[in-house]
């Protein structure tokens, strides 16, 4: 690469200037197809530098001195060739300081051999990484080395000279300020390896934290002195290793274009699924092919806003080659951005399957698995440079020849145990479990959330049960969307990243809908006819931005809602005030009315995403989206639940603090922006803050959904009950009650008998804590209904339903060989109210709840949104807890209760021989 500009006599960059990739994130490691594409990528964007560094490679790291087989020196031997051949330098990396004895001259020996070994493979650049490594040394070396540091540099100093000093990077176990003991300038570990590492040997370095939000010329300059050589920055900026929940799609930022004459280089080390990872090289190859611009401003570590406040999601202007527009020029975080999306649109419309091979249009793909490791990210595992170490979780495939292998078991430290076990590694942590005082590194992941339901579908049963029917369904986790009933798909709402784009002022008022007028919602299925647009990826970039800092979209989706329900008051029929005027409900419906497009135009792009052509990143970027797209279509329900006027007696600034972690928080809010935490306490990023802004932190484990393994093709939409959805309700009821089978038959003669019997009763008592899933079709396809207070609504149900059933179903004339339907009949005349005084306690709130099996199948974590959206509700209004009935030897809906948190409530008053009585908190 030709050297670039020269500043104030300093070669700002060159040849000698490293700028690319490191792959050293925890997880699974890329492939070799996809390190072949990295290349290509590389040399296009001008890019020079790849560090292999998997740290779960089991030959790099655990068993480091394990010689490559001839298979893996081909694979590895072609992998270096190709990187040569896209102008990319391929610097190899070893880890052995999980358990290398320094003054053994065998274990030196077996480290020179290997890399030797590597150098025949044509390889000419290497590194060691001593990071995340426990500290204390073995009697041996403590015989040997004065000291840690001098004993990682004496052997280094050794390889670097036997190979014949060739390019060489060292990683130290400080290697970011906030894990130099005691402080940057006086680490004595850190001044020993400046001091005897040979001057030509490079250091990584972090920047101030693991992942820096700013690293500013005057750090730098801190820590060349003390090392006494510039830099390589190993960039963390876009790692997610250290939050499975969360991707980074945001532009590089935070470094001044005014650090690379105090540089030697910069690596990013970005996301570990390598399709979502454009953007992050993208950008970073235009700011490292820029002009210093050495503003004050620059030099503490650049303008901070959001990239995208002040970019047009147009291609309007956009039409130079995106690898030079600002080569020579000072780095524009929005021009680069642009230059980015534009260039990954493209991307994104070329057809790929999951095996990076280009392939024709077609239906069948290929499902893109992904071994999730719950590890922490790239550089770190250890809160101190004393704690103890992480043995990583081995990758079950071979990286480079992609065939299975068999790893021995690590034996254990002797002195500590893993910071993560195997079986903590694929769990996923709760939000909840995460302490405010905990060291983030100490943080080992929770139990996984059971996410799997009970097999059948879920319903209220019948008392004349049939045995038999379909065979069981498998129930995942989903989430629902929004559609509209015309066929007519809506031109999408235009989200501009300058946001005047976000328009925050008040626009069309919601009129709170008609029956007829939201039955005409709208339709958006999955598989349309539109393409990914520009605006559709700047728009997921806006909400999959940065470890410390959401877009102004995502900012936008927080702040309106906490907006809307501190202020519902306005709208509720119970607690409007004098001080409520016309024009705060008019307000009021205006701004709901633009947070529910705001929320469609997420889930309009979200199915135009899913529906691009490239299937490799559509199948890497699905897990993110899909969780993202539930919490959104959730707040759309719970929002146009609001809406209805219903009734609301829980303080909302409460409940919107949960545990204080929240956006309300100021103390929060301040923390996350200001970077002065790793990112790691901030756990899920704008969806984990989304999802926290409804009242139900003790039911979070319905946000835990496993994705399906290919993106849905039809879209359900929940959404308030109204009264024009009685028979679709009354028809799923009918289809469902017979333990979640269809008892149509069972009631030929009486059609609207069941649901009269199971759901009647609480869409004419308790409509406002009822909610309906439809289809595509705006068919009602499932329900869940509720009474907020049991006792209440069965004084009610005494009084009026029970009547009016007696009433219009008189009592059957024979007392013997009684039909179902009959039998249900008589139970009306001699109704008791079943509801012990110790249940009612605990749990206060009654509910019932089925959908049809085919929505199940299509998009099995509709359940759990359905049931999401009640307990925010019910919370709302002041419950804490909610009870159903099981007709006893109702298998299926007995396991699908349970696996929904809901368990069996011994009655200490009464006791039934009917009915089981499951509840839950929330």
């Avoid at 801190?222 to 390589?232: E, G, M, S």
């Avoid at 969360?246 to 280089?265: C, E, K, N, W």
């Avoid at 990872?277 to 490292?288: E, Y």
């Avoid at 066929?487 to 976000?502: H, I, L, N, R």
Wanted: proline content about 6%; overall charge negative.
């Amino acid at each position: 690469m030709p050297p670039m500009t020269n500043v104030n006599g300093n070669v700002v960059c060159s040849n000698r200037f490293l700028r690319g990739v490191v792959e050293g994130f925890y997880g699974k490691p890329w492939t070799t197809d996809q390190r072949r594409e990295l290349f290509r990528k590389m040399n296009k964007m001008g890019l020079n530098t790849y560090l292999y560094a998997p740290k779960d490679d089991y030959k790099h790291r655990a068993y480091w001195r394990d010689l490559y087989s001839v298979e893996e020196a081909e694979h590895l031997t072609s992998l270096i060739a190709e990187a040569s051949e896209s102008s990319v330098t391929f610097v190899y990396a070893l880890s052995p300081g999980l358990d290398i004895t320094f003054s053994s001259a065998k274990d030196v020996t077996f480290l020179k051999r290997k890399l030797e070994q590597v150098s025949h493979f044509g390889c000419k650049a290497f590194a060691l990484l001593f990071d995340d490594i426990e500290t204390d040394m073995c009697i041996a070396d403590k015989e040997v080395f004065q000291s840690f540091a001098h004993a990682q540099v004496s052997v280094t100093n050794e390889v670097y000279q036997h190979l014949g000093q060739p390019t060489f990077l060292f990683c130290p176990t400080e290697y970011c300020e906030s894990r130099a003991v005691p402080d940057l300038e006086t680490s004595q570990y850190l001044t020993t390896v400046g001091s005897k590492l040979l001057p030509d040997i490079d250091i990584l370095w972090t920047g101030p934290k693991v992942v820096s939000k700013i690293i500013s010329v005057e750090h730098i300059q801190k820590v060349t002195k003390t090392v006494k050589r510039p830099p390589v920055i190993w960039d963390n900026i876009h790692a997610n290793d250290y939050d499975h929940r969360r991707v980074f799609l945001g532009p590089y930022d935070g470094r001044s274009t005014a650090l690379m004459p105090h540089l030697h280089g910069v690596l990013t080390n970005p996301n570990c699924e390598f399709e979502s990872n454009f953007m992050a090289l993208h950008t970073l190859a235009t700011w490292s092919k820029s002009t210093v611009d050495v503003t004050k401003k620059e030099a503490e570590g650049g303008d901070n806003s959001v990239v995208t406040s002040d970019i047009k999601l147009e291609t309007e202007g956009v039409t130079e080659d995106s690898t030079t527009k600002s080569e020579g020029g000072i780095y524009d975080r929005n021009a680069a951005i642009k230059l980015a999306i534009k260039d990954w649109l493209e991307e994104m419309k070329t057809p790929k399957n999951g095996g990076m091979s280009l392939i024709k249009r077609s239906g069948n793909v290929s499902v893109i698995t992904d071994s999730v490791t719950t590890v922490n990210t790239c550089m770190t595992m250890t809160p101190t440079t004393t704690s103890s170490y992480t043995q990583p979780v081995m990758c079950p495939v071979n990286t480079l020849t992609g065939e299975p292998i068999d790893i021995p078991k690590l034996p254990s430290s002797p002195s500590t145990d893993s910071a993560f076990d195997s079986t903590s590694a694929s769990s996923i942590s709760k939000d909840s479990e995460e302490g405010e005082g905990a060291e983030p590194m100490d943080i080992s992941s929770s139990p996984a959330v059971s996410t799997t339901p009970p097999s059948g579908v879920l319903s209220e049963t019948t008392s004349s049960k049939q045995e038999g029917g379909s065979a069981e369904k498998k129930v995942e986790d989903a989430q629902p969307s929004t559609s509209t009933a015309e066929g007519k798909v809506p031109e999408a709402e235009t989200m501009q990243v300058d946001y005047e784009g976000v328009d925050l002022s008040p626009s069309n008022p919601l009129e709170m809908q008609t029956d007829t007028e939201e039955v005409k919602s709208r339709i958006n299925p999955l598989y349309t006819a539109q393409p990914v647009t520009f605006d559709d990826l700047a728009m997921l970039v806006d909400l999959f931005y940065l470890p410390f800092e959401h877009g102004p979209f995502g900012v936008h989706l927080i702040e309106e809602f906490i907006w809307l329900k501190t202020n519902s008051r306005v709208v509720s029929k119970c607690k409007r005030t004098l001080r409520s005027t016309a024009e705060d409900v008019k307000e009021w419906h205006e701004r709901s009315s633009k947070y529910d497009k705001s929320c469609q135009s997420v889930l309009d792009m979200v199915n135009r995403l899913l529906n691009a052509p490239n299937r490799a990143a559509v199948y890497e970027l699905f897990p993110y989206v899909y969780e993202l797209k539930g919490v959104v279509a959730l707040l759309k329900s719970f929002v146009k639940w609001l809406a209805g006027g219903r009734d609301v007696t829980s303080n909302f600034t409460q409940m919107i603090r949960w545990g204080g972690c929240t956006w309300s928080n100021r103390g929060y809010k301040d923390a996350f922006l200001t970077g002065k935490e790793e990112p790691w306490v901030f756990r899920g990023g704008l969806t984990g803050e989304l999802q926290r802004l409804l009242p139900i932190d003790g039911a979070v484990d319905l946000f835990h959904q496993k994705p399906p393994e290919s993106p849905l093709s039809t879209v359900y939409i929940i959404r308030p009950y109204l009264n024009p959805d009685q028979d679709g309700v009354y028809e799923v009821c009918r289809k469902t009650c017979d333990d979640g089978l269809d008892g149509t038959d069972v009631f030929p003669d009486h059609p609207a008998l069941i649901g009269d019997k199971l759901v009647g009763s609480f869409l004419t008592l308790s409509p406002e804590f009822c909610f309906v899933a439809l289809d595509s079709s705006e068919k009602v396809c499932g329900y869940v209904v509720a009474a907020l207070d049991a006792k209440d609504f069965y004084k009610k149900f005494e009084v009026a339903w029970l009547t009016d059933l007696c009433n219009k179903y008189p009592k059957p004339k024979s007392e013997g060989n009684l039909s179902p339907a009959e039998e249900i009949i008589n139970s009306f005349h001699s109704y008791k109210v079943y509801l012990p005084e110790n249940l009612y306690k605990r749990f206060p709130s009654l509910l019932r709840m089925s959908l049809l099996p085919q929505v199940l199948m299509d998009d099995p974590a509709v359940a759990k949104n359905m049931m999401a959206c009640l307990f925010a509700a019910l919370k709302s209004n002041g419950s804490s807890g909610v009870y159903c009935e099981v007709n006893i030897g109702d298998k299926r809906m007995l396991e699908f209760y349970t696996k929904m948190g809901f368990f069996d409530v011994p009655m200490l008053d009464e006791y039934s021989e009917e009915v089981l009585i499951l509840g839950r908190s929330f």
